[in-house]
Structure formats: structure tokens, C-alpha cells
């Protein structure tokens, strides 16, 4: 081979090519974004945080009647799933007794298979379907239903809850015409064993005629949720807003990276980038919001943060994990998350259809 | 009846083991005859369930003549070799220089009859010393309260001691019993202070490495493990061939190659070649004033500091550091506080602003 040949060979570069919309649609902890995601339609009313369309400030107008207490929302963690409209799917007291009924028998021929066989795996005696009121509170929404499942006990009452689950939708403003018997309750909150999950979930998929997927959050949706919430000021001075970063494969040792900022110190960040006047927030200020924190864990660390995956946000008022994980810690934002993470997965529908 | 306690006690510790350990560490107890080993070896062959296994130890050991101390003994062998189980915290043991000449500790059981007795002013307990390679380790189980309390893993504290060196490792103590305890070492090895310094973890080598050798870590490694030839002309040029390197693809060409040297360089000078030592946590406390106000301009007027904390978590967090610096992930050099953990003995820290004194106006 002559020289001329090899100098040739030796600078043929190969180069990557990957396309923008994938990495914009499958976020695989390449998550250095130059390009922030900007969503296509107005900004939703959830993003407000002050004024008259506020859900944080304003406590929604309830219907009249009795309201489930809340309380039981909060200090949970509870796994988030998205789910598709239902179809035939009725609110009336006899439709939800029927359905109880089936769940139960589904749940008693399960456990008779023999698959809960020990105390752990237990599928569950009793299903009941209740509505949950408190939570619907636009007109467009439907009511809530609570699915609760018991195991089996010395008494119908004493019996142990092994899983709880709710299907609501809050505050949605009307989008498109859906069919008549359809049914959009977008936001399935599970909190129970694994083996009762699942089979309650197939359950709901077979009977409905829905799919159920796991709600994940991506890095970018946490950072405006950290965003929207951190200035919020409990008054309680032991809370703090977390941010926890998980490590790519490649480095091994270190798994994750975590920075926890005192409330009041993160309410005064927020305040300053934060226009005073205004209603709304914008990509703006929680892009400074979050590069100003970046660049003070820089400035003494020399790690860059946005290279990293963020997996975990906590503040004042909620935490929530990237794999659909969320905890609410008080009373008064139940309706304001929630009607956030409608908007999210619904969201999530336009983009996929 | 003080027996039924021990076999319990007893069927604790041999049901932590491992079906491949139980023999090795029988011989090393001694409290059972060699020809009843050779039976528990034939059961150890037959796969037995281990259950039946310990049921046959137990039936083995001459219950009668057993005490606490002897199963206190096994179960400290077996700590020995399971000691990343346990949380430990690192104290250093200051001594008064006059102290030196006069009182030594002389040999592991004169330390340990010393510091039994001191100890026996405070509470009833047993204490069990054993060596192994070059330190001492110890278990002292208090005996104090109910029967319940007494078999509580709560009430046993696991202490490892290099001798002259100034410090001791100990497992998690009851906040009733730490005052006691400290002051029951302190009279045994003839020191005035001790003091729990900001490294804890579970990896004992690599707590008891960054204790003792401080001063040798990182790139200074390769000294302390005798990897510097001693005479650079001894290494002729090699005769042999060079195996292919195994980028079989010589069409990708690198273009940052200086770019990637100079980075291994650096992270080759900070930590060495060597495996750095295992932490499991290192946390950072910040008290500084907001440095982001490139993007945050209004928070420049704000002088107070700003409140966080930092928290790196890994099975081996100064390897992970290490290959951050590799992935590109970081710009290097690295700071002080970051890349010198392997030389600091400590892995709590707390960053603040200096403070800065005014020069006094004349």
C-alpha cells in the first residue's frame, strides 16, 4: 500500500447520526438539552400561580354533599398511571355495585388458582367501587371513583386493605368532543403490592376497553414542576426542595447525586428570577430558575448538573420520582398537583395520537 | 437456666454463617473436639439443609461446659469476616505527651483486662478480644436490663483497634452507653480525649485505610504499595511483540486525543492508578453566599448564604468521582474539597465563605 493511500484511509471520520425528534420523544438519560421542550398549545391554567384562575391560592368550589377527608391523599406514596378513555363506563350506584361484584369473583377465582399462595402475594377477597368525592372540580370533569380491595378477614369490616387505587380527572378544560360512552378519568393513583396491581390493571384494561401505561416524568417535567412549587412557602422551616440526580452506566461507584436547598433560601431564588407582577410563569424563568442552581453546585463542585439525569424532585409540598412515583405531603395542593399531572397526561395523548 | 440462653444465643450466631464457612471457623473457635469436626465436615458434604446442620453443631458442642464468652467468641469470629455489614464510625484518641514514656499498652490481653475492668464499674458485660493481622478487635456485649434486652443486637458494640495508632473504629453504640464506654477507653489506653471524626461508612479496610494512611493516598499510593521500581534502568526494553490493540478499527480517529490525555493526566495525579478506598456517602453542607447569579442577576444582592446540602451515594463514591472525571462529566482539575477526599480522613464537610477580616484602618 502506498502512503498516499493510508494518509487517505486515516482520515475517514465516522460520524453519529441520530435524529432530533427521537431524541426529543425518548428521553434515555441523554438528557444535555440545548433545546428546551416547548408544549404547543396555550399554557394550561394549571401553570398559574397566582390570580383568579389559580388552583394553589383559590380552594375550588366543592360540590355540595359530603367530601371524602383528602387527608387520606396525602403522606403516601402512590404510583401514577396513564389511562386511556373508558368505554361504557357508568357512575350510577348500581353500575358500580356491578362492577364490584365482578372484581371480587375475579379476585376470589384468582386467589383459588393458587398464585397467592403466600401472605405476600395475596390477590385480595373484596373489591369495592365507590365514588371519590372532592376531587373533580371542573364542570368537564367526571367524578372520581376509589377502588378499594380488602383481603380476606375474620370480618367484612376488620378486613385488611391491600390495595387502593382512584381514577380522577381534575381539572381539565374541554378539549375535543369525546364519544358517548366514553369515559375520560386520565389519572389512575395506585397504591398497593405488585402482584395485586397488576392483576387489578388487567382487570380495568379487559373490562373497559383502556390501556393503562405507566405514567413517567421526564427530566424536563420535573424541572418545571420543582419550579412551579419550590417558592411555595409552607411555613414550616424543616421542609426543603430536593433534586436528585442519577449517574449515567458508564461512571460505577457513585449512583446518585443529591442537592436538598432549604425552603426559604429556594423561595428567595424563585422570587428573584420570578417577575412579581405577573400571573403566569414562563420557560424563561424556570430555565434561570433551574441553570442558576446548576451554576452554584458548579461554581463549588465542578460537576455539571445538567449532564446528569434528574430522577427525583421533592418540595414543600410533593415529592415525585421520574418512574411515576408521587408522595403529597399537604392538604391544600391535592388539587392543584393533580390537576397538573391531568394536564401532563393528556398531554401525553395529543402527542401520541 | 442459663444453658437454654446460650443455645439460643448459640443457634443466633451459627445460623448467620455460610454453609462453606462453618468448618473453617469451628476450628478457629476451639470449643469443639477435632473428631466431632470431622463429623460436622462429612454433614457439611452431604447438602444437608442448614438447619439440620446447625441442630447437629449445636448437638455436637458440650452445651454444659459452654458460656456467653465462647459464643460471644464465635460470634465475633464471624464478624471478622463480615465486617461490611455494620456501620462504623471512626474516633481519633489524642494523648498527652507525658503520658507516652510512662504508659503503653503492652499486650492485647493486658488492654483487654484493663479495659473489662474498667468497664465492669459501669455496667455487667462480656468482653472478647481477638488479633487478626495487625488489629484488635473486640466485642463487648452488656449485659444490663430484661433477658429480651440482653439478646438484643442493640446492646453489642464491635471495636477495632490498631495498636499504636491513635485510633479506633466502633460500631453503633446506645446513646445510654457512649459516655460510659469512651471513658472506660480512655482510662485503658492511657489517653485524655477522643473524638469521633466525620468518617463513617460500611467498608472497614477502606475506613481503617483513610484513617491510618492518610498521608498516603491518591497519587502518593504507589509509594506505600512499593510499585515505584527501585532502579529505573532494571526494566530493559521488552523483546516482545506488542499485542494488537484492540481497536480493530484504525478509521476512527479520536479528535480531542490531547484533549483526553491531558484529562487522564490530571485524573491520574489527583487519584492515582491504585483502587481508591470504598465510602458510601460523602455530604457536603454549604453555607456560602448564591453563585449562580449569571443566571439569577437579582441575587447578587443578596450577601447571606444560601442554605443546601450535597450528598454523593454509591457503593464506591471516590471511584465514581474518579470516572465522572473520565466521562467528561466534570471539569477538571477538580476542587480541593472533591478530589482530595481520599487524603482528608473524613467524609462530612462543610463549605463556607471566608471570612474576611478588615485590615484595620490607621
Known amino acids: 500500500m502506498t502512503s498516499a493511500v493510508v494518509y487517505k484511509v486515516r482520515h475517514v471520520r465516522r460520524h453519529q447520526y441520530f435524529s432530533w425528534a427521537e431524541s426529543q420523544l425518548k428521553w434515555q438519560g441523554k438528557a444535555w438539552p440545548t433545546r428546551r421542550h416547548t408544549p404547543y398549545t396555550k399554557t394550561p391554567k394549571s401553570r398559574r400561580l397566582h390570580g383568579k384562575s389559580s388552583k394553589l391560592e383559590r380552594t375550588p368550589v366543592l360540590p355540595a354533599g359530603d367530601t371524602h377527608s383528602l387527608k387520606q391523599l396525602t403522606s403516601k406514596t402512590w404510583h401514577v398511571y396513564q389511562v386511556t378513555p373508558l368505554n361504557n363506563f357508568q357512575h350510577s350506584a348500581a353500575a358500580l355495585r356491578k362492577y364490584s361484584r365482578h372484581l371480587s369473583a375475579a379476585l376470589q377465582a384468582e386467589s383459588h388458582k393458587g398464585i397467592g399462595v403466600d401472605l405476600e402475594s395475596e390477590i385480595g377477597d373484596r373489591a369495592i367501587f365507590s365514588i371519590y368525592k372532592g376531587l373533580a372540580t371542573s364542570p368537564d370533569d367526571p367524578e372520581a371513583v376509589e377502588l378499594t380491595i380488602k383481603a380476606k378477614g375474620r370480618s367484612r369490616v376488620s378486613a385488611r386493605i391491600i390495595c387502593n387505587a382512584i381514577l380522577c380527572s381534575v381539572g381539565s378544560e374541554h378539549r375535543d368532543e369525546l364519544a358517548e360512552r366514553l369515559t375520560m378519568l386520565p389519572v389512575l393513583l395506585v397504591k398497593g403490592t405488585a402482584a395485586v396491581t397488576r392483576y387489578v390493571i388487567s382487570w380495568l384494561q379487559a373490562q373497559f376497553d383502556c390501556h393503562i401505561r405507566k405514567m413517567t416524568f421526564n427530566p424536563m417535567a420535573l424541572v418545571w414542576m420543582v419550579s412551579m412549587w419550590a417558592g411555595i412557602s409552607t411555613g414550616d422551616k424543616s421542609k426543603t426542595v430536593e433534586l436528585l440526580y442519577t449517574l449515567p452506566k458508564a461512571v460505577e461507584g457513585l449512583s446518585r447525586i443529591t442537592l436538598t436547598i432549604d425552603a426559604t433560601d429556594a423561595k428567595t431564588l424563585w422570587d428573584s428570577v420570578h417577575d412579581e407582577e405577573s400571573v403566569d410563569f414562563t420557560a424563561d424563568e424556570v430555565t434561570a430558575f433551574i441553570k442558576a442552581l446548576e451554576a452554584h453546585f458548579f461554581h463549588h463542585f465542578k460537576i455539571h448538573l445538567a449532564a446528569l439525569t434528574l430522577s427525583r424532585i421533592g418540595t414543600p409540598i410533593v415529592y415525585i420520582g421520574s418512574e411515576g412515583r408521587l408522595k403529597i405531603l399537604s392538604e391544600k395542593a391535592i388539587h392543584a398537583v393533580l390537576q397538573h399531572i391531568t394536564e401532563l397526561v393528556r398531554d401525553n395523548f395529543c402527542r401520541a395520537s | ?362
Not at chain 2, 490493540?245 to 479528535?255: K, L, W
Request: hydrophobic residues 35%; positive net charge; aromatic residues 8%.
Open chain 2, 1 to 362: 437456666m442459663i444453658n437454654t440462653n446460650v443455645e439460643i444465643r448459640l443457634r443466633k450466631v451459627l445460623g448467620r454463617f455460610k454453609r462453606d464457612e462453618f468448618v473453617k471457623h469451628l476450628r478457629e473457635w476451639g470449643s469443639i473436639p477435632s473428631g466431632c469436626l470431622k463429623e460436622v465436615e462429612t454433614v457439611v458434604a452431604e447438602k444437608s439443609t442448614r438447619k439440620a446442620l446447625v441442630e447437629r453443631i449445636v448437638q455436637l458442642s458440650n452445651i454444659k461446659h459452654l458460656t456467653t464468652l465462647d459464643v460471644a467468641q464465635l460470634d465475633l469470629i464471624y464478624h471478622q469476616n463480615h465486617p461490611n455489614n455494620r456501620k462504623w464510625s471512626v474516633f481519633q484518641l489524642t494523648k498527652q505527651p507525658e503520658q507516652n514514656e510512662k504508659h503503653v499498652v503492652t499486650s492485647p490481653d493486658a488492654f483487654r483486662e484493663r479495659l473489662g475492668k474498667q468497664l465492669s464499674f459501669y455496667f455487667k458485660n462480656d468482653l472478647c478480644l481477638r488479633t487478626r493481622g495487625d488489629a484488635w478487635w473486640l466485642r463487648l456485649g452488656i449485659q444490663e436490663g430484661s433477658q429480651a434486652q440482653r439478646l438484643s443486637p442493640g446492646n453489642v458494640v464491635y471495636m477495632v483497634h490498631h495498636p499504636h495508632s491513635q485510633y479506633i473504629i466502633m460500631s453503633s453504640i446506645k446513646v445510654s452507653h457512649k459516655d460510659f464506654v469512651m471513658q472506660a477507653l480512655l482510662n485503658s489506653l492511657h489517653c485524655s480525649e477522643i473524638r469521633e471524626i466525620q468518617l463513617t461508612g460500611r467498608d472497614l479496610d477502606s475506613l481503617a485505610a483513610l484513617a491510618l494512611h492518610s498521608n498516603s493516598q491518591g497519587w502518593f499510593s504507589q509509594f506505600r504499595l512499593g510499585q515505584v521500581d527501585s532502579n529505573p534502568l532494571s526494566k530493559g526494553p521488552s523483546r516482545k511483540r506488542k499485542a494488537p490493540s484492540d481497536v480493530p478499527d484504525t478509521d476512527v480517529v479520536f479528535e480531542n486525543q490531547k484533549d483526553k490525555d491531558h484529562r487522564e493526566q490530571q485524573i491520574l495525579h489527583a487519584f492515582g492508578s491504585n483502587r481508591q478506598p470504598k465510602l458510601q456517602k460523602i455530604e457536603y453542607k454549604l453555607e456560602t453566599r448564591f453563585r449562580g447569579f449569571e443566571f439569577a442577576p437579582a441575587m447578587s444582592l443578596h450577601k447571606e448564604p444560601f442554605h443546601c446540602r450535597v450528598k454523593f451515594e454509591g457503593s464506591s463514591v471516590l471511584e465514581g468521582i474518579k470516572e465522572l472525571g473520565r466521562a467528561g462529566l466534570t471539569a477538571l482539575p477538580l476542587p480541593h474539597h472533591l478530589a482530595n477526599v481520599h487524603s482528608l480522613a473524613k467524609n462530612h464537610f462543610v463549605l463556607a465563605d471566608k471570612k474576611r477580616t478588615r485590615p484595620e484602618q490607621k
